[in-house]
């Protein structure tokens, strides 16, 4: 008997014809989960069965999250473009495979619905992703062949710190201590369930799997945090409904002119600013987007 740690995981996206290795940190996680329906079984002349029937027929969308790190040699970049781009007003989906040392997991046409990027200089650089898919099965044991054709790796993959440097219209935007962007994907899973296809549902190899989705909407925001000085006071109670970011994580050790290892540029946007006392006073800028351009194209550095 063996079992699968998860430290050992490997971690492919499949797309276009493609296999991709991605490098995860051990923040990985994935699940599927049936719906049940529940009716009463009590009747008139059996006044005695006080508990609930159930029917299983249908399964929710899989769910999954894996943090990655972001590196010198980008060769991640492809969960970059799956998680900003849209195609006709549509995510692009993949397939997602978890190789471990006994099983190789498939989850089918996943797409990204959110990516959490966080830039301050004392942590790693990285970006915490999570999305949901269609199905989630086991397809094999760990020598199982991932379909798709592999695609160059360098030789190496060097994670990097990362400092946040901001450019808001003309506002003051030094003593920065960190900040954060969000990618948030809603979308909507088209109802899948009929009274013909739950009738044919034996077990779960049979039940109704979610197939097509819809994007809702696209919210891209997050929050700017700064030292209170005495040259930015008079900020901490302001507001924009019309601004120009850039955010822009430059490599430590190189300038703030450095075009920057990662840049996101979202005109307009809105902002709201706010002070925390603290033991050192801070202020928060909290912004979100008001532009409807693809991310891909807001994202200047990076690819």
Not at 53 to 68: C, D, L, M, Q
Not at 195 to 203: C, E, G, H, I
Not at 228 to 237: L, P, W
Not at 264 to 280: E, F, K, S
């Amino acid at each position: 008997m063996s079992h699968s740690f998860l430290r050992e995981s490997k971690l492919y996206i499949v797309y276009g014809g493609n296999r991709y290795r991605i490098f995860t940190t051990t923040a990985i996680s994935f699940s599927q989960t049936f719906a049940e329906d529940s009716y009463p079984v009590k009747t008139l002349h059996d006044q005695s069965k006080m508990f609930e029937g159930s029917t299983i027929t249908k399964a929710n969308p899989a769910s999954f999250s894996f943090e990655v790190p972001l590196t010198i040699e980008k060769d991640e970049s492809i969960v970059i473009d799956l998680l900003s781009d849209l195609t006709s007003g549509q995510l692009s989906s993949f397939d997602m495979y978890v190789q471990t040392g006994s099983s190789t997991f498939k989850l089918e046409n996943s797409v990204i619905t959110s990516g959490n990027f966080d830039i301050r200089p004392e942590n790693q650089f990285t970006v915490q992703l999570e999305g949901q898919g269609t199905k989630l099965s086991r397809v094999g044991d760990e020598n199982y062949t991932i379909p798709g054709s592999a695609q160059s790796e360098s030789s190496t993959r060097n994670p990097l710190l990362v400092y946040p440097v901001l450019s808001v219209d003309s506002l003051n935007m030094n003593s920065i201590i960190s900040a954060s962007i969000q990618i948030q994907n809603n979308i909507e899973w088209t109802p899948y369930e009929t009274l013909q296809a739950s009738l044919a549902v034996t077990s779960s190899s049979n039940a109704m799997f979610p197939s097509a989705y819809t994007v809702g909407n696209r919210i891209i925001s997050g929050e700017i945090r700064q030292y209170q000085t005495d040259n930015n006071i008079t900020q901490f109670d302001d507001f924009s409904t019309s601004s120009n970011i850039t955010i822009k994580a430059v490599q430590v050790g190189k300038a703030s002119s450095d075009a920057g290892f990662f840049s996101l540029n979202v005109n307009p946007c809105m902002y709201t600013a706010r002070v925390q006392p603290g033991d050192i006073y801070t202020q928060s800028y909290d912004w979100r987007s008001l532009d409807n351009t693809a991310v891909g194209t807001r994202i200047t550095q990076y690819s």
